[in-house]
């Protein structure tokens, strides 16, 4: 009854709520079906399509039967089973291999999906295309994915959606661009739920997540672990949205800006085992809400960071000294219109804080909590034991409100943030029937 079945019992498309895009289909739309079977198929849920009605592996047109059938509004989910999947030869890095023949919209996304309840692995096993492409209102659900030394998705276009994810990279030894997901030139996508893990090589080049040139993007509710650099914003990222992400394992977690125009991040909620590197060039990123357990809080060694906003972060060190934000370029800048800092206060750390600017520079400015208290940073920061045990991560109740507007420092609900069964295609939302 597969067609059937989906234009009568499923719901609606892609609603906004909070900001976030959450995934339903429509009630007018089409549910199709593909199985890891060799030959073709009707693309009913008796008769699914199979390997060969999936895109031609030797022609840079499209030619698939299961995604050219898809409509804004309608589904292909993928039965479970092992999906080996032969691309184009050659250099074709910059086409997805599973791509929409047409946009979706807002209101009626196009979905491809793994079949609730069943493990479906996209493995590359030849050729040069990522697995996932971008393209407008798509999204991909619940699988997981083994692009080998490729990426597993090549992310542009407006509102793509990669949840529920599973990327399991490997290492390459180069200090070139090797990403888990590359997403270039995109807007307002979001990647949210996804495991990344693996992608590994000779510098923060090897990242889970990469960007370039995007802008309003929603990163979250993602477990990035175990990379040469968890995350990636390396050029032009504009007013990027990082939030819920568990950063542990990466040899680097967050690296910023290193070219084109200044970035600007929003980094709040998260558990970063490491530092927030900002790298250069960044005008009016906001850190706040964080949990950072580290040596160092935030900074950028290159130098070109502006009007930085920090605030409610939580930085525990085990009790070594802590680099609370540091500019290795120029001195200490607190006056016209590119000051280092519009804000910092009511952050808390474990250990005393220090504050050191121009390295490189002709002056070099090291400062102490006190220091930075009297040019106007830190005046409600403290050094404090914040939680009952670092376990259930209950804030002691005298802590409850002393940050910023009577808030609580730190994330919200912490254990959440660090349960690892939130995350990956075990936990994608459940047909309701």
């Known amino acids: 009854m597969g067609q059937t079945r989906a234009m009568l019992s499923r719901t609606s498309a892609c609603a906004v709520a909070a900001g976030c895009l959450v995934l339903a289909l429509s009630a007018a739309a089409t549910e199709y079906f593909v199985a890891n079977k060799p030959g073709s198929g009707a693309g009913t849920a008796a008769e699914p399509f199979g390997i060969a009605d999936l895109p031609d592996p030797t022609s840079e047109k499209l030619k698939s039967k299961a995604i050219e059938a898809l409509q804004p509004g309608d589904t292909l989910t993928f039965r479970g089973g092992d999906y080996k999947l032969k691309t184009l030869e050659g250099k074709y890095y910059w086409l997805g291999y599973l791509r929409a023949a047409r946009p979706g919209t807002a209101e009626k996304r196009i979905v491809l999906r793994a079949q609730p309840g069943e493990a479906v692995r996209l493995i590359h096993a030849g050729g040069g295309q990522p697995v996932l492409a971008g393209g407008q209102s798509v999204t991909y659900q619940g699988f997981t994915i083994e692009p080998g030394p490729h990426a597993a998705g090549r992310i542009g276009g407006t509102g793509v959606e990669v949840a529920y994810c599973h990327i399991k990279g490997v290492h390459v030894d180069t200090g070139d661009n090797h990403d888990g997901l590359r997403i270039e030139g995109a807007s307002e996508c979001r990647v949210h739920h996804c495991v990344i893990e693996g992608v590994t090589g000779r510098s923060p080049n090897s990242a889970g997540i990469k960007l370039y040139r995007t802008t309003k993007m929603i990163i979250e509710d993602n477990h990035i672990h175990s990379n040469t650099a968890g995350i990636f914003d390396k050029d032009s990222g504009i007013e990027n949205t990082y939030r819920r992400n568990f950063l542990t394992r990466n040899q680097v977690q967050f690296y910023g800006n290193n070219q084109g125009k200044p970035g600007r991040y929003f980094i709040h909620d998260n558990v970063v085992d490491g530092q927030v590197s900002l790298h250069a060039s960044c005008d009016g990123c906001e850190i706040h809400d964080n949990l950072v357990r580290a040596d160092t809080l935030a900074g950028a060694w290159a130098g070109g960071i502006w009007n930085n906003r920090l605030w409610n972060n939580v930085v525990l060190s085990g009790g ?97 943030i660090l349960d690892p069964t939130r995350y990956g295609p075990a936990a994608a939302p459940k047909d309701s029937q």
């Open 320 to 416: 070594k000294p802590i680099l609370a934000f540091y500019e290795k370029k120029s001195a200490l800048v607190t006056e016209g219109d590119k000051p280092h800092l519009a804000f910092m206060d009511f952050n808390f750390y474990d250990a005393a804080p220090r504050y050191e600017f121009g390295e490189y520079a002709a002056r070099r400015d090291k400062l102490s909590l006190d220091d930075m208290r009297a040019k106007g940073f830190e005046k409600h920061s403290e050094v404090a034991d914040l939680f009952v045990d670092q376990k259930a991560w209950q804030l002691k109740p005298e802590w409850a409100k002393k940050g910023k507007d009577g808030t609580a420092p730190g994330p919200d609900d912490i254990p959440a």
